[in-house]
């Protein structure tokens, strides 16, 4: 598990929305968009990189560097962790599905290896929700779907924090290729404003592919 703090709440420019939201029975709010992965579909054509590798490690990289994105509620505190790690849904040949975790690094190469890893194995893989870790971004892909809107499952009444991240379906829209993001995170811990800096650092990485897959 990653190195942790805790947030000095009292003296947090949010605390009012914190204890705010909460106290909401569905403290999550979700938002759904459009990022141009035209360079990076590019790249990874031209240098035989698997499109989802490229973008799962560089939203890892965009998650970490905003730090809101590493607070989790632990009770009547907030943690701040020092790095998150992915977790993300995999799918078997029988079309089940598998609980897949991925150590966070800076190292291009480590992050594939990792994932090729997994690939090799998944058939044998147990189905392990890993519940009981926060230090993590849930991740979901939807290659079959563009979709403009989506919704997560989740026990009521909601005891975690975790961001959701789903990528969908891209398409061509005149001189863009566009895939659907959508992100779930809990309002108590960030703002939309929050999730625009994640989804902003992410589209910079999509368009400056070269100098970070490497």
Same mark, same amino acid.
């Given at each position: 598990? *990653?190195?942790? @703090?805790?947030?000095?709440?009292?003296?947090?420019?949010?605390?009012?929305?914190?204890?705010?939201?909460?106290?909401?029975?569905?403290?999550?709010?979700?938002?759904?968009?459009? /990022?141009?992965?035209?360079?990076?579909?590019?790249?990874?054509?031209?240098?035989?990189? *698997?499109?989802?590798?490229?973008?799962?490690?560089? !939203? @890892?990289?965009?998650?970490? $560097?905003? !730090?809101?994105?590493?607070?989790?509620?632990?009770?009547?505190?907030?943690?701040?962790?020092?790095?998150?790690?992915?977790?993300?849904?995999?799918?078997? %040949?029988?079309?089940?599905?598998?609980?897949?975790?991925?150590?966070?690094?800076?190292?291009?190469?480590?992050?594939?290896?990792?994932?090729?890893?997994?690939?090799?194995?998944? $058939?044998? /893989? *147990?189905?392990? !929700?890993?519940?009981?870790?926060?230090?993590? &971004?849930?991740?979901? &892909?939807? *290659?079959?779907?563009?979709?403009?809107?989506?919704?997560?499952?989740?026990?009521?009444?909601?005891?975690?924090?975790?961001?959701?991240?789903?990528?969908?379906?891209?398409?061509?829209? %005149?001189? %863009?290729?566009?895939?659907?993001?959508? &992100? %779930?995170?809990?309002?108590?811990?960030?703002?939309?404003?929050?999730?625009?800096?994640?989804?902003?650092?992410? @589209?910079?990485?999509?368009?400056?592919?070269?100098?970070?897959?490497?």
């Amino acid at each position: 598990m *990653p190195a942790q @703090q805790y947030l000095d709440i009292d003296n947090w420019s949010r605390r009012e929305q914190y204890y705010f939201f909460k106290a909401y029975e569905n403290p999550f709010f979700n938002i759904c968009t459009m /990022l141009n992965i035209k360079n990076l579909l590019t790249y990874c054509k031209d240098n035989s990189i *698997p499109l989802s590798h490229a973008y799962f490690y560089l !939203s @890892q990289k965009a998650v970490n $560097e905003v !730090s809101e994105m590493r607070y989790r509620i632990h009770n009547d505190k907030v943690v701040i962790h020092d790095h998150i790690d992915a977790g993300w849904v995999m799918m078997k %040949e029988d079309g089940s599905i598998r609980f897949c975790y991925l150590h966070y690094t800076t190292e291009f190469d480590n992050f594939r290896a990792q994932i090729e890893e997994i690939t090799r194995n998944i $058939e044998d /893989l *147990p189905f392990d !929700s890993n519940e009981q870790r926060d230090d993590l &971004v849930y991740y979901s &892909v939807l *290659p079959w779907i563009h979709f403009t809107g989506l919704s997560h499952a989740h026990r009521m009444p909601r005891n975690d924090s975790v961001p959701r991240i789903v990528f969908g379906k891209y398409k061509q829209q %005149e001189d %863009e290729v566009n895939m659907p993001v959508a &992100v %779930e995170v809990h309002h108590a811990l960030m703002d939309g404003f929050h999730v625009a800096q994640y989804l902003e650092k992410l @589209q910079r990485f999509f368009d400056g592919c070269g100098d970070f897959l490497v």
